[in-house]
C-alpha cells in the first residue's frame, strides 16, 4: 500500500513523471527519441541559429551532413518570402508562446517541399526560455492532391469563364467585320455612281456586289457560329436579294427541292461568288429581269445541286464559245465550277434570253438535311 500516493501522484502530472524517468538516462536515448521521429525535428537558439537537426529532418531536406546546417540562421533555409512568418514564430516562441503555420520550402537539391510546422518554447529549470524547438512535417503529398482536386473543380468555371470572353470578343470581331465591309461596299457603290464610263462603272458594281456575296456569307455563319454551315435557302435570299436591289432589277429566286441543304462556309464562298457574276452578267447583258433557279438532280454515283440563271435579253451572242471566256466573271465562273468538279452549260433561255446552268456534285454536308 506504501507505493499509493506515488501512483497518484503519478497520474495526477504524467508529464512530471515521464521528465523524472527520462532525467536519469544517457543523453545517446535522449537522441534516440528525437531521431525516431519521421518529422524534420530542430532545435534553435534565442538568437535565431540551428544547433541541431534529426538525421530524419537532414534526409527529408535533402542535406548530406549536419555540418551543412548548424551554426546557419534558419530563417535562411527558407525563401524570402516566407522569413516573415519564420520570424513571428521565433518571436513568440522566445515570449513562452508555442505556434504554427504551414509553408513552401525546397529542399537543399531543389525538391518542391510543402511543410506544417510547429515552434515551441523549451524552458530551462528556472522556467526561462532558454531554446526553441521547431518540427516540420512534410505535408506535400495532401498540398499536392488539394490543389488538384481544387483545379479539377475550378475547372468547369475556368472554362465557362473562357467561353464567355470568347463569344464576347467573336461577337466584337464580327461586328467589326460586317461593318468594315459595309464600309467598302458603300465607297465602291458611290464610286460606280460618280463614273461616267459605263464599263468602268459596271467594273466597280460588281466589285461591289462580289464583297456583298462575302458580306452576306459572313452574315449567315454568325448568326449561328457553333453550327459551322449555313442554310442554303436562307443564304441564298438574302444574296440575291441584295443583288437585285444594286442592280435595280427583277429578281427571281425558285427552289425546286424541299430539302434544307447545308452549305461548308467555302462551298457557300463558290456558289455566292458564282450567283453573283451571273446574275450580274444576266443584268448587264440581257434586260431587267433575271430568274435563278435551284433544284437537285439524282445521278447513278449521287446527286447534284442544279443551279439554273436565265434572263430576259437578248440571248447569247452568235458564235458564242464557252470555252472562250473573255471576261473577268465567267473566268471566275469557270474555274471555281472545274475546282469543284461540276459542269457548265450556256442555252437559249425559256423568254428568248440566256440560261446558264451549273451542275455540282452534292459532297457532305451540303445534303446533309435531306
Given at each position: 500500500?506504501?507505493?499509493?500516493?506515488?501512483?497518484?501522484?503519478?497520474?495526477?502530472?504524467?508529464?512530471?513523471t515521464?521528465?523524472?524517468?527520462?532525467?536519469?538516462?544517457?543523453?545517446?536515448?535522449?537522441?534516440?527519441?528525437?531521431?525516431?521521429?519521421?518529422?524534420?525535428?530542430?532545435?534553435?537558439?534565442?538568437?535565431?541559429?540551428?544547433?541541431?537537426?534529426?538525421?530524419?529532418?537532414?534526409?527529408?531536406?535533402?542535406?548530406?551532413?549536419?555540418?551543412?546546417?548548424?551554426g546557419?540562421?534558419?530563417?535562411?533555409?527558407?525563401p524570402?518570402?516566407?522569413?516573415?512568418?519564420?520570424?513571428?514564430?521565433?518571436?513568440?516562441?522566445?515570449?513562452?508562446?508555442?505556434?504554427?503555420?504551414?509553408?513552401?520550402?525546397?529542399?537543399?537539391?531543389?525538391?518542391?517541399?510543402?511543410w506544417?510546422?510547429?515552434?515551441?518554447?523549451?524552458?530551462?529549470?528556472?522556467?526561462?526560455?532558454?531554446?526553441?524547438?521547431s518540427?516540420?512535417?512534410?505535408?506535400?503529398?495532401?498540398?499536392?492532391?488539394?490543389?488538384?482536386?481544387?483545379?479539377i473543380?475550378?475547372?468547369?468555371?475556368?472554362?465557362?469563364?473562357?467561353?464567355?470572353?470568347?463569344?464576347?470578343?467573336?461577337?466584337?470581331?464580327?461586328?467589326?467585320?460586317?461593318?468594315?465591309?459595309?464600309?467598302?461596299i458603300?465607297?465602291?457603290?458611290?464610286?460606280?455612281?460618280?463614273?461616267?464610263?459605263?464599263?468602268?462603272?459596271?467594273a466597280?458594281?460588281?466589285?461591289?456586289?462580289?464583297?456583298?456575296?462575302?458580306?452576306?456569307?459572313?452574315?449567315?455563319?454568325?448568326?449561328?457560329?457553333?453550327?459551322?454551315?449555313?442554310?442554303?435557302k436562307?443564304?441564298?435570299?438574302?444574296?440575291?436579294?441584295?443583288?437585285?436591289?444594286?442592280?435595280?432589277?427583277t429578281?427571281?429566286?425558285?427552289?425546286?427541292?424541299?430539302?434544307?441543304?447545308?452549305?461548308?462556309?467555302?462551298?457557300?464562298?463558290?456558289?455566292?461568288?458564282?450567283?453573283?457574276?451571273?446574275?450580274?452578267?444576266?443584268?448587264?447583258?440581257?434586260?431587267?429581269?433575271?430568274?435563278?433557279?435551284?433544284?437537285?438532280?439524282?445521278?447513278?454515283?449521287?446527286?447534284?445541286?442544279?443551279?439554273?440563271?436565265?434572263?430576259?435579253?437578248?440571248?447569247?451572242?452568235?458564235?458564242?464559245?464557252?470555252?472562250?471566256?473573255?471576261?473577268?466573271?465567267?473566268?471566275?465562273?469557270?474555274?471555281?465550277?472545274?475546282?469543284?468538279?461540276?459542269?457548265?452549260?450556256?442555252?437559249?433561255?425559256?423568254?428568248?434570253?440566256?440560261?446558264?446552268?451549273?451542275?455540282?456534285?452534292?459532297?457532305?454536308?451540303?445534303?446533309?438535311?435531306?
Amino acid at each position: 500500500m506504501s507505493d499509493m500516493p506515488t501512483r497518484a501522484a503519478n497520474l495526477a502530472n504524467p508529464d512530471a513523471t515521464a521528465l523524472d524517468r527520462l532525467g536519469g538516462l544517457e543523453h545517446g536515448f535522449a537522441l534516440a527519441i528525437l531521431n525516431a521521429s519521421p518529422d524534420c525535428i530542430k532545435l534553435i537558439e534565442l538568437d535565431g541559429s540551428i544547433s541541431f537537426m534529426s538525421h530524419n529532418g537532414l534526409r527529408a531536406m535533402e542535406l548530406d551532413g549536419l555540418d551543412q546546417v548548424v551554426g546557419r540562421l534558419w530563417t535562411s533555409l527558407w525563401p524570402i518570402g516566407m522569413r516573415s512568418e519564420l520570424i513571428t514564430a521565433l518571436n513568440k516562441a522566445k515570449a513562452g508562446a508555442s505556434s504554427g503555420f504551414e509553408g513552401f520550402c525546397p529542399t537543399a537539391k531543389g525538391a518542391a517541399r510543402w511543410w506544417e510546422v510547429s515552434v515551441s518554447p523549451i524552458r530551462g529549470a528556472g522556467g526561462v526560455v532558454e531554446c526553441i524547438l521547431s518540427t516540420s512535417r512534410d505535408v506535400t503529398a495532401r498540398v499536392r492532391h488539394e490543389e488538384t482536386h481544387q483545379q479539377i473543380s475550378d475547372a468547369p468555371a475556368a472554362k465557362d469563364l473562357l467561353c464567355m470572353q470568347f463569344q464576347d470578343l467573336s461577337q466584337e470581331m464580327n461586328h467589326r467585320i460586317k461593318n468594315n465591309l459595309a464600309t467598302v461596299i458603300s465607297l465602291l457603290r458611290s464610286q460606280a455612281r460618280g463614273l461616267n464610263d459605263g464599263d468602268a462603272q459596271r467594273a466597280v458594281e460588281q466589285a461591289a456586289n462580289r464583297i456583298a456575296s462575302l458580306a452576306t456569307l459572313h452574315d449567315q455563319l454568325h448568326l449561328d457560329p457553333s453550327q459551322g454551315t449555313v442554310a442554303l435557302k436562307a443564304y441564298l435570299r438574302l444574296l440575291l436579294q441584295e443583288i437585285g436591289a444594286a442592280a435595280s432589277g427583277t429578281l427571281d429566286l425558285s427552289c425546286d427541292t424541299e430539302d434544307e441543304l447545308a452549305l461548308l462556309p467555302d462551298q457557300a464562298v463558290m456558289i455566292g461568288v458564282v450567283l453573283n457574276e451571273l446574275v450580274g452578267n444576266g443584268f448587264k447583258h440581257g434586260g431587267r429581269s433575271v430568274t435563278v433557279r435551284i433544284g437537285l438532280l439524282s445521278r447513278a454515283n449521287g446527286r447534284s445541286l442544279d443551279i439554273a440563271v436565265s434572263d430576259d435579253g437578248p440571248g447569247l451572242p452568235a458564235g458564242f464559245s464557252d470555252n472562250a471566256f473573255g471576261g473577268l466573271g465567267l473566268r471566275i465562273v469557270s474555274g471555281y465550277v472545274k475546282k469543284w468538279e461540276g459542269q457548265l452549260q450556256f442555252d437559249a433561255g425559256p423568254s428568248n434570253g440566256a440560261t446558264v446552268r451549273l451542275q455540282l456534285p452534292v459532297p457532305q454536308p451540303m445534303a446533309g438535311q435531306s
